[in-house]
């Protein structure tokens, strides 16, 4: 067998960085071939969203590996998508590159449109010309959709086939926008394709930008947190690893191409949610996150929480509750998240100490 070739997109990203790393080790992946059997390709345009520092903080140890190369590339811009896709012919593509955040598609909506719309337009045109000439071709395109599809949908836990025509942000209707035009490319070019439906992510070298990691900096310099909905948000928080697992599992899983009962291909398309299928109430998330940050000494003991913390009013764009259905992702693939809230909190906390803490309170 050849070695796979994998290009991951958003390399330099909370989740690219930390599944090119799962790739690179590779230690249970014999369906992906795992190892010194796969070459991985990471793509990132190492944008300012969030800290940039940040970004190469995560890449450094992946440079240092023999079987990754790193591109610096914006997917938006379709020549150099052409280019990396002739030049290293990726038997699998795991699009993670986009605006993430849904309140800064409020203030930055042309971000979205460029990442998440061009961006993911000419990843699946590539994929599309991957096939030209007789060449083998991409395999299996894995790409990130998000929790925000569900919007306003009442009903939990959330299933991959419940409606989700209700988006409550841009963020949200770009990611259902991939899904449709997966979908479309996966029937019209017969392209393996998944999309995955991630719920709030969190962990060691996450997004500045998100909830939990926010909080930890604002504490840090005494500042009050606002917990939005007076506190009444309940989300599906996921630990990176179990994305990143299940990520690895899907990868390997491409779905089959068949012909239907007109004679043409059956689209091999496929979405799942990855979630921990738990939700949270925010209260009790923030007291386990403080309670970590004090035992990690990223906190002095005694903080007070109490008073660090405002009870503020729904955001626009937000949602109250995120619960993800993940029985199908048991049933096909026997793969669910595992790592429990306290777990994954203790580890950020660790992380966090280590790593964010060099000025002083
Ligand atoms: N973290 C979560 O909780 C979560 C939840 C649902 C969905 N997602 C989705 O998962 C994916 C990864 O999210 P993340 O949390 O790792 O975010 P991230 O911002 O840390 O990673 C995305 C990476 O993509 C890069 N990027 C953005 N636009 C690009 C472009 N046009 N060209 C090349 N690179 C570009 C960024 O520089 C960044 O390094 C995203 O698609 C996001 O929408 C994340």
Redesign the pocket.
């Known amino acids: 067998m050849h070695p796979k070739t994998i290009l991951v997109?958003?390399a330099?990203?909370?989740?690219?960085s930390r599944l090119v790393e799962r790739l690179l080790r590779g230690s249970h992946c014999s369906e992906t071939g795992g190892g010194s059997r796969l070459r991985v390709i990471g793509?990132?345009?190492?944008?300012h969203?969030y800290d940039v520092a940040l970004?190469e903080q995560r890449l450094k140890p992946l440079l240092a590996h023999s079987g990754f190369t790193f591109v610096h590339?914006?997917?938006?811009d379709r020549d150099a998508v052409d280019r990396i896709f002739d030049s290293c012919s990726p038997d699998i593509v795991v699009n993670?590159?986009?605006?993430?955040g849904v309140r800064y598609s409020i203030d930055s909506p042309e971000s979205y449109i460029?990442?998440n719309i061009i961006?993911f337009f000419n990843i699946l045109e590539a994929a599309r010309h991957s096939y030209d000439h007789g060449r083998h071709g991409v395999e299996h395109l894995v790409y990130?959709s998000?929790?925000s599809v569900y919007g306003m949908d009442r009903h939990t836990p959330f299933s991959t086939s419940d409606p989700i025509d209700s988006p409550v942000s841009l963020y949200a209707a770009t990611k259902k926008s991939d899904e449709l035009m997966a979908h479309a490319y996966a029937k019209l070019y017969d392209i393996p394709c998944t999309g995955l439906r991630?719920f709030?992510?969190y962990g060691p070298a996450g997004?500045p930008d998100?909830a939990y990691f926010s909080f930890a900096e604002k504490w840090r310099r005494g500042d009050k947190i606002q917990l939005y909905n007076y506190g009444r948000c309940r989300r599906d928080f996921t630990y990176i690893d179990d994305i990143v697992e299940g990520i690895v599992q899907v990868m390997a899983h491409a779905p089959a191409r068949c012909v239907g009962s007109d004679g043409l291909p059956l689209p091999p398309y496929r979405i799942y949610n990855i979630g921990n299928g738990h939700p949270e109430s925010l209260l009790t998330f923030v007291h386990t996150l403080c309670d970590e940050l004090v035992r990690a000494g990223a906190l002095p003991s005694g903080f007070d929480l109490d008073s660090h913390c405002v009870l503020a009013p729904m955001q626009p764009g937000d949602v109250v509750e995120t619960y993800a259905d993940t029985a199908p992702l048991e049933h096909d693939l026997g793969y669910r998240p595992t790592t429990p809230l306290g777990v994954g909190l203790r580890r950020f906390a660790e992380w966090f100490a280590a790593n964010r803490t060099d000025q002083p309170l």
């Open positions: 997109t958003g330099a990203g909370f989740i690219g793509v990132d345009n190492m944008n969203y970004k590339a914006d997917i938006a993670l590159a986009a605006q993430a460029h990442s961006g990130a998000s929790s991630f709030t992510v997004r998100m």
